[in-house]
């Protein structure tokens, strides 16, 4: 059973303009979720994060939101730029444990 | 250079034969982790270690693999009698886990292995 699903496989967004990614989760004990981005042949980054007890956490050009009711988060990228060409996963804890990701969703920025 | 560093980047063995992998974790963080991640899918937990206790290990993870982390510093993840299916990128991660702290984890480049 897929406890993370990321149902867009990908994303195209003109430069400067904004990339929305969503994320659904199905476990409601999940209480930390994370964006990671990810290059071919590459380990994932680390982006952002957010605790359950948060609706919007921002660092620079990212921001995450968490709807709890609606067990869906999302990553925002304004003003977006051609380096954020990538692919895209979200990940969701309990209690610092191990993550469980989605499938991921590629992301393609335009000139 | 301080982040996880994995080793080999890749392999490349016969079906039926043994492989290592090691992984180098942030010289300050107590956790290591251990994920499977092929083609088009996200990254799959396969165990963890705090220290050098090892805390959970998945299902995916079957009698032919198996993790240590003896002195809970470097650790290594062995497949005997490879198989096909085995062929995948294995991801080695850390984290700083005490009361409080934060739940992000960092990644390595990965171990790239093909089973032919």
């Known amino acids: 059973d897929q406890q993370v699903k990321q149902n867009s496989p990908s994303l195209s967004v003109q430069e400067g303009r904004i990339s929305i990614l969503n994320c659904d989760y199905t476990?409601?004990?999940?209480?930390?979720f994370l964006w990671y981005k990810k290059y071919p042949a590459e380990g994932p980054t680390f982006l952002i994060s957010?605790?359950?007890?948060?609706d919007k956490n921002e660092d620079g050009r990212f921001t995450v939101f968490l709807n709890k009711s609606a067990k869906h988060l999302s990553l925002h990228i304004v003003p977006s730029q051609p380096g954020d060409s990538a692919v895209y996963f979200c990940a969701a804890s309990v209690g610092a444990q191990k993550l469980v990701f989605g499938q991921g969703t590629r992301l393609t920025i335009n000139p | 250079d301080t982040g996880v560093s994995q080793n080999p980047r890749h392999k490349i063995t016969k079906r039926g034969q043994n492989v290592t992998f090691r992984c180098d974790p942030i010289?300050?963080?107590?956790?290591l982790y251990w994920y499977r991640q092929t083609l088009g899918q996200g990254p799959e937990f396969l165990t963890y270690?705090?220290?050098?206790?090892?805390?959970?290990k998945s299902r995916l993870l079957s009698d032919r693999f198996s993790a240590e982390r003896p002195k809970g510093s470097f650790s290594t993840l062995e497949i005997q009698r490879t198989e096909q299916g085995d062929s995948a990128m294995y991801l080695c991660?850390?984290?700083?886990?005490?009361?409080?702290?934060?739940?992000?984890?960092?990644f390595g480049p990965g171990t790239r292995l093909t089973v032919t």
């Open positions: 270690f705090q220290n050098e206790a090892q805390l959970e």
């Open positions: 476990n409601s004990m999940f209480d930390y």
């Open positions: 010289s300050e963080h107590n956790r």
């Open positions: 991660a850390s984290s700083s886990y005490f009361s409080g702290s934060s739940y992000e984890q960092y």
């Open positions: 957010i605790s359950s007890i948060k």
